[in-house]
């Protein structure tokens, strides 16, 4: 939970990407995922990302939508042996094209489809949150670990290169030692019969979805786990948000005394942001977490942070199919995403008991 051990994730992967020029060697291998839930992240941005990736192609998709079906078999030729539905899924354990399983639903039904996934002999890419609770979590990379087979989080911006040189500029010490963090995400939520806004189904609300991001990105700059969270949450729409959080602020404490900052809502837009403080400049980002249009500075003009747009999905997913192909390990891993849960358990656990907590160690 201290700083050694997160960099050492980071490191594994830097490890991934260094893996791509011995995949090209051993003749540039495209392994097959498989998409299970096919909404509007698989349409725009997962296929899409896989239709152009190196080292990763789509090979076969799980739906439980007939139609949804059949328009993904003729826009990307998939056979019929390579669609499957949510009964039948377990099938997929006999078709050798399928290397990887990324599970895109929605966050109450993770822990299954990981389950079923390990089952089926697969490897496993799961999009974040990676479960709704931590016990969740500690089944699913259970299941993974016996079956052998590795378990990715899809936390894109860890291998998005402006918030890899933030990592960079707080590890070196740039500035100086880190001192204080703040950041934010959060939009104005729209369709109020969405899943989303279920707590069955979403386990929570701003936070689950986005607020993951701004508390991700204090995390992997700190580059340690926080140990102590102060959190409040406030409803101006409480018919609405009557299951799930609208907005929450919250505090948390790291080991080195760093503290941050961090707030997510689904009421109003204009937060997508971290800075980072530190004894001789700050730095950050704004926009942080879009999928693409990111920017960041520094307080000082020689050091900038400017990179080519790239394509989150495609580049995290090719790091995946890179650590398999090189038999490597994979950050994020499910351990990252158990983290994420701990500290978001401990919010939720601030905004009832009224004070602040202890975070759970794993």
């Given at each position: 939970?201290?700083?050694?051990?997160?960099?050492?994730?980071?490191?594994?992967?830097?490890?991934?990407?260094?893996?791509?020029?011995?995949?090209?060697?051993?003749?540039?291998?495209?392994?097959?995922?498989?998409?299970?839930?096919?909404?509007?992240?698989?349409?725009?941005?997962?296929?899409?990302?896989?239709?152009?990736?190196?080292?990763?192609?789509?090979?076969?998709?799980?739906?439980?939508?007939?139609?949804?079906?059949?328009?993904?078999?003729?826009?990307?030729?998939?056979?019929?042996?390579?669609?499957?539905?949510?009964?039948?899924?377990?099938?997929?354990?006999?078709?050798?094209?399928?290397?990887?399983?990324?599970?895109?639903?929605p966050n109450s039904m993770h822990e299954e489809f990981v389950v079923r996934g390990a089952k089926a002999g697969k490897h496993v890419f799961c999009e974040k949150p990676m479960a709704n609770t931590a016990d969740e979590c500690r089944r699913m990379i259970a299941a993974m670990k016996q079956a052998g087979k590795m378990l990715g989080v899809g936390y894109r911006c860890q291998f998005e290169p402006h918030h890899r040189e933030c990592m960079r500029l707080a590890r070196e010490?740039?500035?100086?030692?880190?001192?204080?963090?703040?950041?934010?995400?959060?939009?104005?939520?729209?369709?109020?019969?969405?899943?989303?806004?279920?707590?069955?189904?979403?386990?929570?609300?701003?936070?689950?979805?986005?607020?993951?991001?701004?508390?991700?990105?204090?995390?992997?700059?700190?580059?340690?786990?926080?140990?102590?969270?102060?959190?409040?949450?406030?409803?101006?729409?409480?018919?609405?948000?009557?299951?799930?959080?609208?907005?929450?602020?919250?505090?948390?404490?790291?080991?080195?005394?760093?503290?941050?900052?961090?707030?997510?809502?689904?009421?109003?837009?204009?937060?997508?942001?971290?800075?980072?403080t530190c004894e001789k400049g700050r730095f950050g980002m704004d926009p942080a977490y879009s999928y693409d249009g990111l920017k960041g500075w520094t307080s000082r003009p020689e050091v900038k942070i400017e990179f080519p747009a790239t394509d989150h999905f495609e580049v995290e997913m090719d790091a995946f199919s890179e650590a398999i192909l090189a038999n490597k390990p994979f950050a994020p891993s499910g351990e990252q995403g158990l983290k994420d849960l701990l500290a978001i358990e401990a919010i939720y656990k601030s905004i009832r008991e009224g004070k602040a907590v202890k975070v759970e160690g794993i």
């Amino acid at each position: 939970m201290q700083r050694r051990p997160f960099l050492a994730t980071l490191g594994a992967t830097a490890a991934a990407f260094a893996s791509g020029a011995r995949a090209q060697e051993e003749g540039g291998k495209k392994l097959g995922w498989a998409l299970v839930g096919l909404g509007s992240l698989s349409t725009h941005q997962i296929a899409p990302a896989l239709a152009k990736a190196k080292h990763s192609r789509l090979s076969a998709i799980v739906t439980g939508t007939p139609a949804k079906a059949e328009q993904w078999k003729a826009k990307y030729a998939i056979p019929d042996s390579h669609i499957y539905n949510y009964e039948t899924f377990d099938k997929i354990a006999e078709n050798p094209d399928v290397d990887v399983i990324y599970i895109v639903l929605p966050n109450s039904m993770h822990e299954e489809f990981v389950v079923r996934g390990a089952k089926a002999g697969k490897h496993v890419f799961c999009e974040k949150p990676m479960a709704n609770t931590a016990d969740e979590c500690r089944r699913m990379i259970a299941a993974m670990k016996q079956a052998g087979k590795m378990l990715g989080v899809g936390y894109r911006c860890q291998f998005e290169p402006h918030h890899r040189e933030c990592m960079r500029l707080a590890r070196e010490k740039t500035f100086g030692a880190l001192k204080f963090i703040e950041a934010g995400f959060g939009f104005q939520i729209g369709d109020p019969t969405q899943w989303r806004l279920r707590k069955n189904l979403a386990g929570g609300g701003a936070l689950m979805d986005v607020g993951i991001y701004a508390l991700q990105a204090c995390r992997y700059i700190a580059g340690e786990e926080p140990v102590e969270i102060a959190a409040q949450e406030t409803k101006t729409d409480p018919v609405k948000f009557a299951e799930v959080d609208e907005t929450i602020s919250w505090s948390m404490k790291f080991p080195s005394g760093v503290i941050a900052s961090v707030m997510t809502t689904y009421g109003f837009n204009g937060a997508n942001y971290f800075t980072a403080t530190c004894e001789k400049g700050r730095f950050g980002m704004d926009p942080a977490y879009s999928y693409d249009g990111l920017k960041g500075w520094t307080s000082r003009p020689e050091v900038k942070i400017e990179f080519p747009a790239t394509d989150h999905f495609e580049v995290e997913m090719d790091a995946f199919s890179e650590a398999i192909l090189a038999n490597k390990p994979f950050a994020p891993s499910g351990e990252q995403g158990l983290k994420d849960l701990l500290a978001i358990e401990a919010i939720y656990k601030s905004i009832r008991e009224g004070k602040a907590v202890k975070v759970e160690g794993i």
